[in-house]
């Protein structure tokens, strides 16, 4: 079976993509094996384009026009967390970030208080109490 460029992205982003990203908001994996598993998928699914099969991972994402998913995942974290900043959603339904107090916040009102961890426990929580 052959595909076209265009039809293999227009298939996998409806098709694959949608399994591969679902809730990563709930269960975004951290470690680096989980993030090259995933990301294993996307590279065989690359793979059956033939015109981009002899590139790279990388040099198929761009011909293909691609993120990694590594990168839709922290582009989606950064969207929720700008929503959640700006009062897009309810406020007694979301948690709240803290914002830095420090009146030189470098031009924004939306600088947030960063949380050191010392153990993995709470190190990759997406809010720290």
Known sequence: MYLTEEVFVTLYKSLVRY???YASSVWNPQRQGLIKDLEKVQMKATKLVL????????????????????????????????????????????????KHQDSRTRGHNLKLVNHRCHYDLKKYFFVHE
């Open 19 to 21: 399994y591969l990203e």
């Open 51 to 98: 015109t981009v099969k002899h590139l790279t991972y990388k040099e198929r994402l761009r011909q293909l026009k691609l993120p990694t998913l590594k990168y839709r995942c922290t582009r989606g974290d950064m969207i929720e967390v700008f929503k959640i900043v700006t009062g897009k959603y309810d406020s007694n339904v979301t948690f709240s970030f803290k």
